[in-house]
């Protein structure tokens, strides 16, 4: 199985209760800091959910990377991998991490069989989740709690680090799922 079958079967099989719900956006291929990273599959809703898809075709160099960048950010994460990774894949990820397996069943259909629940996140790293804002998006959430002048022409950098010192966890978190929602062109450039 190649990462292109198992993602449309997965987002025919094990999103589709997301299907048509105004309140949640499903996003392939989601930046992580700025692109160093990218989320196979990012859901967006009251909640923060990102999904790693291992194929057959994969190798796991990149996993440890892509363990710390989806952690950093997603609210819960969930790896699916074919039966080749598993055992690796349970050694690699965090214990609160999901894991999905997916097999061919004998008509040729993918199946996706929880491995493991996961659970949520215990640390997000809210700069993070504030890099997941295009600098349009910091600058407006800051005019709005009271910034003006030379605080919204500072670098981007600066515009994430205030945003982490001015509002609570929970507030910045939610601001931030609501502008990926809204956000109509998933490919400007930040």
């Known amino acids: 199985m190649n990462d292109a079958e198992i993602r449309k079967s997965f987002h025919r099989k094990g999103l589709r209760h997301y299907r048509g719900r105004r309140d949640t956006l499903v996003?392939?291929?989601l930046g992580l800091h700025?692109?160093?990273a990218r989320a196979d599959i990012a859901v967006i809703n009251g909640r923060l959910l990102g999904y790693e898809i291992k194929s057959d075709d994969d190798v796991l160099?990149?996993?440890p990377g892509q363990v710390q960048a989806y952690s950093a950010v997603f609210d819960h994460v969930e790896i699916i991998t074919c039966a080749c990774h598993i055992a690796a894949v349970r050694r690699m990820v965090p214990k609160w991490w999901g894991i999905t397996l997916c097999t061919r069943g004998p008509?040729?259909?993918i199946r996706f069989t929880a491995d493991r629940r996961g659970k949520a996140n215990p640390n997000v790293i809210l700069m993070s989740v504030a890099k997941l804002l295009w600098r349009t998006e910091a600058v407006e959430i800051l005019s709005k709690v009271g910034e003006t002048g030379a605080a919204l022409r500072a670098p981007r950098q600066v515009l994430y680090e205030r945003l982490v010192e001015?509002?609570?966890?929970?507030?910045l978190r939610s601001l931030v799922r609501s502008c990926l929602r809204e956000r109509t062109n998933w490919r400007c450039r930040v």
Not at 166 to 171: E, G, N, T, V
């Open 107 to 109: 008509r040729g259909a």
């Open 166 to 171: 001015l509002l609570p966890s929970a507030k």
């Open 27 to 29: 996003v392939d291929e």
């Open 61 to 63: 160099r990149r996993l």
């Open 34 to 36: 700025h692109g160093d």
